[in-house]
C-alpha cells in the first residue's frame, strides 16, 4: 500500500521546473549582455598607415667626359686670277667710254622735258588762278603780291560756303566787283554777274565785305577790283 506525503511532486514535474529556471536565467543573460553592449562605446578601427618603397639601383654611377671635337674647316682651293690681255684692256676701256657718252645722251633730253614740262605746270596754275582769283582794274599796277593779299582774305571766308548750295550743278561762279580804300577798307561791293543762286551770291558778298584787307602798298588812294568766286564740287 502507498502512502502520500504532502509537499513531494512527481518527477516530470520537478524536470519542468528546471528547464523554466535554466531557459528563464539563459534570457536573462542575453538580456544583459545586450544592456551591457549598448552603454559600452566599441573600440574605433585602428588606422594603419601604409608606405610605399620604390627599389632604386644604388650602385655608384660613373661619369665620364668626352673631350669636345672640333672640326677643322675645309680650306677651298684658291681660284686663280686669270691674266688679262692687253687687248681685252682696250675693249673695256672702250666700253666704259661709250657707256659714259651714251649717259650723257641720255641726261641731256631729260633736261629738255623738264624744261619743256615746266611751262604747262605753269599754265595749269594759271588755269586755276583764272578759276577762281583777283583781278586789280588798273593796269600797270606793280604790286603783284597785293592781288594774292586780297583773295586770301576773302578766300577764308569764302571756303566756308557749304556745297549743298550748288544742288544739282557742278559749278557756280560770281563775279564780284568793289573798291578798296587807301587803309584797306572795303566799299560799293555789288554783284557783276550773278550766279543765279540768291544765297550764294549773298554769301560772296558778305566774304568781301567780311574780308580783312591791308592797305593799299604805294600812292593810290582807292583801287577798283574784281573778284571771281567759284564753288566745285570737291
Same mark, same amino acid.
Given at each position: 500500500?502507498?502512502?502520500?506525503?504532502? *509537499?513531494?511532486?512527481?518527477?516530470?514535474?520537478?524536470?519542468?521546473?528546471? #528547464?523554466? %529556471?535554466?531557459?528563464?536565467?539563459?534570457? #536573462?543573460?542575453? /538580456? /544583459?549582455?545586450? !544592456?551591457?553592449?549598448?552603454?559600452?562605446?566599441?573600440?574605433?578601427?585602428? @588606422?594603419?598607415?601604409?608606405?610605399?618603397?620604390?627599389?632604386?639601383? %644604388?650602385?655608384?654611377?660613373?661619369?665620364?667626359?668626352?673631350?669636345?671635337?672640333?672640326?677643322?674647316?675645309?680650306?677651298?682651293? @684658291?681660284? @686663280?686670277?686669270?691674266?688679262?690681255?692687253?687687248?681685252?684692256?682696250?675693249?673695256?676701256?672702250?666700253?666704259? &667710254?661709250?657707256?659714259?657718252?651714251?649717259? $650723257?645722251? $641720255?641726261? %641731256?633730253? $631729260?633736261?629738255?622735258?623738264?624744261? =619743256?614740262?615746266?611751262?604747262?605746270?605753269?599754265?595749269?596754275? +594759271?588755269?586755276?588762278?583764272?578759276?577762281? *582769283?583777283? +583781278?586789280?582794274?588798273?593796269?600797270?599796277?606793280?604790286?603783284?603780291?597785293?592781288?594774292?593779299?586780297?583773295?586770301?582774305?576773302?578766300? &577764308? +571766308?569764302? &571756303?566756308?560756303?557749304?556745297? =549743298? /548750295?550748288?544742288? #544739282?550743278?557742278?559749278? /557756280?561762279?560770281?563775279?564780284?566787283?568793289?573798291?578798296?580804300?587807301?587803309? *584797306?577798307?572795303?566799299? +560799293?561791293? %555789288?554783284?557783276?554777274?550773278?550766279?543765279?543762286?540768291?544765297?550764294?551770291?549773298?554769301?560772296?558778298? &558778305?566774304?568781301?565785305?567780311? #574780308?580783312?584787307?591791308?592797305?593799299?602798298? *604805294?600812292?593810290?588812294?582807292? !583801287?577798283?577790283?574784281?573778284?571771281?568766286?567759284?564753288?566745285?564740287?570737291?
Amino acid at each position: 500500500m502507498q502512502t502520500f506525503q504532502y *509537499g513531494s511532486l512527481p518527477a516530470s514535474s520537478r524536470v519542468l521546473k528546471r #528547464a523554466i %529556471t535554466l531557459s528563464l536565467s539563459v534570457h #536573462a543573460a542575453v /538580456l /544583459l549582455a545586450f !544592456l551591457v553592449h549598448a552603454f559600452i562605446k566599441p573600440k574605433p578601427p585602428v @588606422k594603419r598607415n601604409l608606405y610605399m618603397f620604390e627599389m632604386v639601383d %644604388t650602385k655608384p654611377q660613373y661619369k665620364v667626359k668626352l673631350p669636345a671635337f672640333v672640326s677643322k674647316p675645309v680650306e677651298q682651293p @684658291k681660284e @686663280k686670277k686669270k691674266a688679262v690681255k692687253p687687248e681685252q684692256k682696250k675693249a673695256k676701256a672702250l666700253s666704259v &667710254r661709250k657707256a659714259t657718252q651714251q649717259d $650723257k645722251m $641720255k641726261e %641731256t633730253p $631729260k633736261e629738255e622735258i623738264q624744261s =619743256e614740262e615746266k611751262p604747262h605746270e605753269e599754265a595749269v596754275e +594759271n588755269e586755276a588762278a583764272v578759276e577762281s *582769283g583777283i +583781278n586789280i582794274v588798273k593796269p600797270g599796277f606793280p604790286f603783284n603780291y597785293y592781288e594774292a593779299q586780297i583773295f586770301n582774305a576773302i578766300n &577764308r +571766308n569764302w &571756303r566756308q560756303v557749304p556745297e =549743298e /548750295l550748288l544742288g #544739282a550743278e557742278e559749278k /557756280l561762279i560770281v563775279l564780284v566787283t568793289f573798291d578798296i580804300q587807301k587803309d *584797306g577798307h572795303v566799299e +560799293n561791293v %555789288t554783284i557783276s554777274e550773278s550766279s543765279w543762286n540768291s544765297i550764294l551770291d549773298g554769301l560772296a558778298l &558778305r566774304a568781301v565785305e567780311k #574780308a580783312k584787307i591791308p592797305p593799299i602798298p *604805294g600812292d593810290d588812294p582807292m !583801287l577798283t577790283v574784281a573778284c571771281r568766286l567759284v564753288l566745285t564740287r570737291k
